[in-house]
T-cell receptor, first 112, second 115 residues
Framework: SQKIEQNSEALNIQEGKTATLTCNYT??????LQWYRQDPGRGPVFLLL?????KEKRKERLKVTFDTTLKQSLFHITASQPADSATYLC???????????FGKGTTLSVSS | EPEVTQTPSHQVTQMGQEVILRCVPI?????FYWYRQILGQKVEFLVS????????KSEIFDDQFSVERPDGSNFTLKIRSTKLEDSAMYFC?????????????FGPGTRLTVL
């Protein structure tokens, strides 16, 4: 079955720096990969989706890369702000495309 | 912007009781999902639903669980006889389509506490 690992449980950075979060997966070749943000006690909020034939996707200060050879996605937040503090979840579709399989998440803390 | 809504926000129940969690998906969406998240753990898929039937269910979704779309707007998750380990946040989600890359939009969740 698919396995997703987000290597860091927690990441602490200074305001203004770039945060880089990692998502690795095994036993599967997903058609796409998604990143969500989750605040405490709230539901996941969709941020970005990248397909297997795309190397990079950007949205404002967010950038996602997808390396299907390494089976890895990197999620970058540039010029980070304290308001970016949250848990960021990586998610893949299951093979039938009927569900999302989530990683455990990386909790980002941005200090001013 | 349209959003998924869920009620109640918090449900407390005694072990062995039945609970129904309610969701109103985004109006033009056709696919509906339930996920759960035990405190401190990852979001786990329970079930997906399309065209008035279950598309897929996980190992967690055993005979104690059922889903229903009783009318054109609501989507419910019923747990027949709750156990202590059912305590979790339950998230409803919906998407327009199952084509590759169609985003799932999540509701704010219902916190279920089983005593």
């Amino acid at each position: 079955s698919q396995k997703i690992e987000q290597n860091s449980e927690a990441l602490n950075i200074q305001e203004g720096k770039t945060a880089t979060l990692t998502c690795n997966y095994t036993n599967y070749s997903p058609a796409y990969l998604q990143w969500y943000r989750q605040d405490p006690g709230r539901g996941p909020v969709f941020l970005l989706l990248i397909r297997e034939n795309e190397k990079e996707k950007r949205k404002e200060r967010l950038k996602v890369t997808f390396d299907t050879t390494l089976k890895q996605s990197l999620f970058h937040i540039t010029a980070s702000q304290p308001a970016d503090s949250a848990t960021y979840l990586c998610a893949l579709d299951n093979q039938a495309g009927t569900a999302l399989i989530f990683g455990k998440g990386t909790t980002l803390s941005v200090s001013s | 912007e349209p959003e998924v809504t869920q009620t109640p926000s918090h449900q407390v129940t005694q072990m062995g009781q039945e609970v129904i969690l309610r969701c109103v998906p985004i109006s033009n969406h056709l696919y509906f999902y339930w996920y759960r998240q035990i405190l401190g753990q990852k979001v786990e898929f329970l079930v997906s639903f399309y065209n008035n039937e279950i598309s897929e269910k996980s190992e967690i979704f055993d005979d104690q669980f059922s889903v229903e779309r009783p009318d054109g707007s609501n989507f419910t998750l019923k747990i027949r006889s709750t156990k202590l380990e059912d305590s979790a946040m339950y998230f409803c989600a919906s998407s327009r389509d199952l084509r590759e890359g169609d985003t799932q939009y999540f509701g704010p969740g219902t916190r279920l506490t089983v005593l």
